[in-house]
């Protein structure tokens, strides 16, 4: 057949019916697919059992692994299902076992590491020393609250700050020194103590005692220091210091006061003797002669003598004191021209009197001293000129630290300041300045004696000294005296204004030293006295009772052998009981032989005495003039200081009382 122009190649064309091989076809594939879909399903059902099988134990660990987590250390897994499943819940479960155990130990140290934690906290922070611990940089890591109150820093503030930025500048040395030397020894071995300065935070310094140890967690050593504010007990030991100082002086002003005690008695006696013949020779020789000079020389030789004893007695703190209401302005203005005089034209004398200055309880007569003699000590110690200024100035003191190194009583004071421009001081001799008989100037120019006597009349007077001194930077000496309440003081009668002469009144007179007696008895004669002698307190009883007429007077020393002075005036009063009572003694008024005159209300005289004054002063007591109890009257001991101070050279009266 042909196709087209062409024909076909050469072939042989089977023809068949197509529709049973179709549905052979068919029937196959239907086939097909139904037992693959039987096997997906069959594979599905098989897998879904096998997953089933193997994750139910799985879950089973998961939710007991959320239970132990939540604490739950009993939960367990429970042994079931295949072998695999079985063996894996086992091993869950003595792990579990396992974990429980370590769990419950690790509870309770952590327990107990919380217990020591809390005690350490407890401790630390209830410790009144400051605990401070750094790492090896030297950065702060630990800081307790007692810290922040010693160095001011809060605990913020501190931690991670370098420690040795809080130590002064002579301590970092030594706090490097110590701290680059870790515990050799184990912890705390190389534990150390010493102290040093800390700074604080506002910049003060303040003294520290610090304990040092050093500790180590893992490789690091860490420093922890204890450091304790001495503050206090530098001031308490400097306090004790002082108060054992003040001991030591007082020891020394005891013994040589006891010293001079007992010679003053003997002393003052033979002074009297010597005083009171030269007065008498006075009386007979003519002024132009030169024998009147020679006695003049005598007198003063007798007076610097007595001059002496009173030193002695006046730094020993024995010394007769007659205080009263004083303007310590009026004082010092009064002697500012004498005190010119004495310094000289090369050196400035200021004195400076604050308004208002308030009085004082005073002897007037040893204040001029005390003045005098601090002035004269700072005139030695500019040779060279410069200035001494006196400032006087009412004080309130109640510094504690000033009233305990002073042994002050906090009220109101008066201050004298006596302040020069002088070479100063070393601190080995101001502890020394009040030593009697101390002196650093040249042989033959100082007694040793003018400070130590400042110091007696200010003590006896109630009142303290305060020294500021330093090599280069001249002295200061600060005077504190009691600031009195009384305005102005009582007018005391005197004996200036009376006739010092007798009316030939009998007068027993008993002094068991012969010399002394004599003297006064050939003075007393000469004043109009009629004069009866006794050696002793027996034989003036004696002699009283075989006397005529009355007894009007009677002139006893206090100490002496057998029956005293103050137990024979109240025999005589008894048996005599118009007589008068004048006690005379060498001691001092509060040694323990005169003891008791206080109640008898009788005067008394110290000796040495001038004549003129023995003799006011029994005119006194005989005309009736009002007596002081408890000692020396006011009066007698007023006419012996004018007689120091006021009476022109040559005068017969002349003495140092």
């Known amino acids: 057949q042909r196709v087209?122009?062409?024909?076909?190649?050469?072939?042989?064309?089977?023809?068949?019916?197509?529709?049973?091989?179709?549905?052979?076809?068919?029937?196959?594939?239907?086939?097909?697919?139904?037992?693959?879909?039987?096997?997906?399903?069959?594979?599905?059902?098989?897998?879904?059992?096998?997953?089933?099988?193997?994750?139910?134990?799985?879950?089973?660990?998961?939710?007991?692994?959320?239970?132990?987590?939540?604490?739950?250390?009993?939960?367990?897994?429970?042994?079931?299902?295949?072998?695999?499943?079985?063996?894996?819940a086992d091993a869950f479960n003595a792990m579990t076992a396992s974990l429980g155990h370590w769990h419950q130990q690790a509870s309770a140290q952590t327990e107990q590491l919380q217990s020591s934690y809390e005690r350490f906290y407890a401790v630390t922070q209830s410790a009144h020393d400051a605990i401070v611990s750094t790492d090896r940089r030297g950065e702060v890591v630990f800081w307790n609250t007692a810290a922040e109150v010693v160095f001011g820093y809060q605990e913020r503030e501190a931690v991670g700050a370098p420690f040795l930025s809080m130590l002064a500048p002579s301590t970092r040395a030594v706090w490097t020194e110590r701290t680059r030397r870790p515990a050799q020894g184990g912890e705390g071995a190389d534990s150390q103590t010493f102290e040093g300065e800390g700074i604080r935070r506002d910049g003060t310094t303040f003294p520290f005692e610090l304990s040092l140890s050093h500790w180590k967690s893992g490789d690091i050593v860490y420093a922890t220091a204890i450091v304790r504010d001495i503050t206090?007990?530098?001031?308490?030991?400097?306090?004790?210091?002082?108060?054992?100082?003040q001991l030591r002086q007082a020891q020394k002003m005891e013994a040589i006061g006891r010293l001079a005690s007992g010679v003053a008695h003997d002393f003052n006696n033979s002074l009297a003797v010597i005083h009171g013949y030269a007065e008498q020779l006075m009386l007979d020789v003519d002024p132009a002669d030169e024998r009147y000079r020679e006695l003049q020389e005598i007198l003063r030789a007798a007076q610097s003598a007595a001059a002496l004893t009173r030193q002695l007695l006046a730094f020993s703190r024995k010394q007769v004191?007659?205080?009263?209401?004083?303007?310590?302005?009026?004082?010092?203005?009064?002697?500012?021209?004498?005190?010119?005089?004495?310094?000289?034209?090369?050196?400035?004398?200021?004195?400076?009197?604050?308004?208002?200055?308030?009085?004082?309880?005073?002897?007037?007569?040893?204040?001029?001293?005390?003045?005098?003699?601090l002035v004269i000590n700072a005139r030695d110690a500019m040779r060279d000129g410069g200035r001494i200024t006196i400032e006087l100035a009412n004080?309130?003191?109640?510094?504690?630290?000033?009233?305990?190194?002073?042994?002050?009583d906090p009220g109101a004071y008066v201050t004298i300041a006596v302040a020069d421009t002088g070479h100063g001081m070393t601190p080995e001799v101001a502890?020394?300045?009040?030593?009697?008989?101390?002196?650093?100037?040249?042989?033959?120019?100082?007694?040793?004696?003018?400070?130590?006597t400042v110091f007696g009349i200010v003590s006896q007077s109630g009142g303290a000294i305060d020294l500021e001194t330093a090599p280069g930077e001249g002295t200061?000496?600060?005077?504190?005296?009691?600031?009195?309440?009384?305005?102005?003081?009582?007018?005391?009668?005197?004996?200036?204004?009376?006739?010092?002469?007798?009316?030939?009144?009998?007068?027993?007179?008993?002094?068991?030293?012969?010399?002394?007696?004599?003297?006064?008895?050939?003075?007393?004669?000469?004043?109009?006295?009629?004069?009866?002698?006794?050696?002793?307190?027996?034989?003036?009883?004696?002699?009283?009772?075989?006397?005529?007429?009355?007894?009007?007077?009677?002139?006893?020393?206090?100490a002496m052998p057998g029956m005293n002075g103050v137990d024979l005036s109240r025999a005589l009063v008894a048996r005599h009981p118009e007589a008068r009572v004048l006690f005379m003694t060498g001691h001092p008024p509060d040694s323990d032989v005169c003891r008791g005159i206080g109640a008898t209300g009788d005067r008394c005289l110290q000796k040495p005495f001038s004549i003129d004054l023995l003799c006011r002063t029994m005119r006194g007591v005989l005309d009736g003039a009002p007596t002081l109890a408890g000692g020396s009257h006011p009066a007698a001991q007023a006419d012996a200081h004018a007689e120091l101070h006021a009476t022109p050279a040559g005068s017969a009266s002349t003495h140092a009382a």
């Open 476 to 558: 200061t000496f600060r005077l504190y005296f009691p600031r009195s309440t009384t305005v102005t003081a009582a007018d005391e009668p005197t004996t200036a204004g009376i006739q010092a002469r007798g009316g030939g009144e009998t007068v027993l007179l008993v002094e068991d030293e012969a010399p002394v007696r004599a003297v006064l008895r050939q003075a007393l004669d000469l004043k109009g006295f009629h004069v009866i002698e006794a050696a002793s307190g027996d034989d003036a009883l004696t002699v009283a009772a075989r006397l005529p007429a009355p007894l009007h007077l009677v002139v006893t020393d206090i």
């Open 232 to 245: 206090e007990r530098r001031r308490s030991e400097e306090a004790l210091r002082q108060r054992d100082e």
């Open 321 to 373: 004191l007659q205080p009263q209401v004083v303007d310590l302005g009026g004082v010092v203005t009064g002697v500012q021209r004498m005190l010119a005089r004495l310094v000289g034209s090369m050196i400035d004398l200021r004195v400076q009197v604050a308004p208002g200055l308030g009085p004082v309880w005073a002897d007037p007569g040893q204040l001029e001293q005390v003045v005098m003699n």
């Open 395 to 408: 004080t309130d003191v109640d510094d504690p630290l000033l009233c305990r190194r002073l042994a002050l």
């Open 4 to 88: 087209g122009q062409g024909r076909l190649p050469d072939s042989l064309v089977l023809l068949q019916d197509w529709g049973p091989t179709q549905a052979f076809l068919d029937d196959v594939r239907g086939r097909l697919l139904s037992a693959g879909l039987t096997v997906f399903l069959l594979a599905i059902a098989g897998s879904f059992i096998l997953s089933r099988s193997m994750s139910r134990p799985l879950s089973e660990i998961a939710d007991v692994a959320e239970d132990i987590a939540a604490g739950n250390w009993a939960r367990r897994v429970p042994a079931r299902g295949t072998a695999e499943a079985v063996a894996m």
């Open 431 to 452: 502890s020394r300045i009040f030593e009697p008989f101390f002196t650093t100037k040249d042989a033959g120019k100082g007694t040793g004696l003018g400070l130590a």
